[in-house]
């Protein structure tokens, strides 16, 4: 089990929750071809993942539709997106990183730092709302710190 009484997901998983997230966000459920596209992969691999995704609580997939994701799923989303966001503030504040560099160093930290760790950048970055592109940073969970 991982932090929070949440099993560890792989790398895999971890791109495919945030990916679903972002294109929930448009009100919809995130289509396999829109998955497949935005993670660079073919369609039965996503069909794959999800039905393993679905079996782990993460998501609900209904057939012809989509996914959504679950109340643990969109919890995993989150604290992803939130390790991301924080992760550029602190490289772009603290370390000087520019343009898609800071973007592609915090996707390949992401899978790395613990939710410990991204609570301590964000308290020394002052608990910053913004990223360094606008987006929000969502809160840290109950219990982080």
Known sequence: ???????????????????????????????TNDIATRLGVAAPSVSGMLRRMSRAGLVSVERYKG????AAGR???????????VLETYLVRRLGFRGEAVHAE???????ASDALIDR?????????????????????????
């Open 67 to 70: 996914a959504r994701l679950t």
């Open 1 to 31: 089990m991982g932090e929070g009484g949440v099993t560890a997901l792989t790398r895999q998983a971890e791109d495919y929750l945030k990916a679903i997230y972002a294109l929930e966000l448009g009100g919809t459920p995130a289509g």
């Open 75 to 85: 919890r995993a989303a989150l604290a992803l997106v939130r390790r991301h966001r």
């Open 121 to 145: 950048m964000a308290a020394a970055l002052g608990d910053p709302a913004h990223d360094p592109h606008g987006a929000p940073i969502p809160k840290a969970r109950r219990g982080n710190r």
């Open 106 to 112: 915090a996707e390949r930290l992401e899978h790395a």
